[in-house]
């Protein structure tokens, strides 16, 4: 637990210090949030589903009550496929995985640290979302909070063993890098995040309907909202699973030291 410990803050260290990281990490998914919210701060959105017990309930929601779990879920696919992935890569590109291996740093530890790390900067940035989006725009979260932390959780690992995995599956940085960016996209503006799916173009929406977030942002979205859990949004819930059995297998068969 001590090396665990010691390992999950000479990650954040070194997060902190990549300034690039650390602006497309926090700050851009909080200033394209925020900007989307400001210019539709009097609209209003659909909500398919409702549970009883949901203090919104169904029918209508704000935009910016609607946005906060787009958001989040840009936030999970950034840290994993844009930062995760590439800085695994080029760890072992540099030799400093390598050198680890040498030590008796186990796997699980350094795998655990990053995921540590990576759940750490997705909550911080959970929290600016949510108080930026109620303070400033009146969102509001009617629904469970219990059941969004649970899924929040299960997105980080789900998203964080894809990161690993793409990491494993790259011969290089620069590919890591290039193929996180190319998967990543899409996601952060396809998936459902800052317009409902059913307002796309059918293109559009086969294209969502293939990308895991658009999964994780709709069980999250009506965690938020409605109260819904796995009874509700059990597709939801079963292909994130899904997803994060296969990546797990694929992280741990693909994972080297150099």
Same mark, same amino acid.
């Given at each position: ?10 990650? %954040? ?33 659909? $909500? ?11 029918? $209508? ?72 989006? !109620? ?9 469970? !909070? ?6 929040? !959780?299960?997105? %980080? ?6 990161? %690993? ?31 409902? %799916? ?61």
């Amino acid at each position: 637990m001590k090396a665990l410990v010691g390992q999950v803050r000479v990650e %954040i260290t070194l997060f902190l210090r990549d300034k690039t990281v650390l602006f497309f990490s926090l700050f851009f998914p909080l200033v394209t949030v925020a900007f989307f919210g400001y210019l539709n701060r009097e609209g209003q959105v659909p $909500v398919a589903s409702a549970v009883e017990g949901g203090n919104l309930g169904g029918g $209508v929601v704000s935009y910016p009550s609607f946005v906060i779990a787009g958001g989040i879920g840009m936030v999970v696919a950034s840290a994993a496929f844009e930062n995760l992935s590439a800085a695994l890569a080029r760890q072992r590109d540099t030799g400093i995985l390598k050198r680890l291996g040498g030590t008796p740093l186990r796997v699980w530890t350094l795998v655990g640290a990053k995921i540590l790390t990576a759940a750490a900067v997705t909550l911080a940035q959970t929290a600016l979302m949510v108080v930026v989006n !109620v303070f400033l725009f009146e969102a509001e979260i009617g629904g469970s !909070v219990f059941w969004g932390l649970v899924l929040l !959780v299960v997105g %980080i690992l789900t998203f964080t063993a894809m990161g %690993i995995a793409l990491a494993g599956l790259c011969p290089n940085a620069d590919v890591a890098a290039a193929a996180g960016m190319a998967i990543a996209l899409p996601m952060q503006f396809l998936c459902g995040t800052f317009f409902p %799916i059913d307002q796309m173009p059918s293109l559009l929406r086969y294209i969502a309907g293939v990308l895991p977030l658009t999964y994780f942002v709709e069980a999250l979205r009506g965690a938020m909202l409605t109260g819904g859990g796995p009874g509700v949004y059990a597709r939801d819930w079963a292909i994130l699973l899904g997803c994060l059995v296969v990546a797990c297998v694929v992280a741990v068969k693909t994972f080297r030291w150099e």
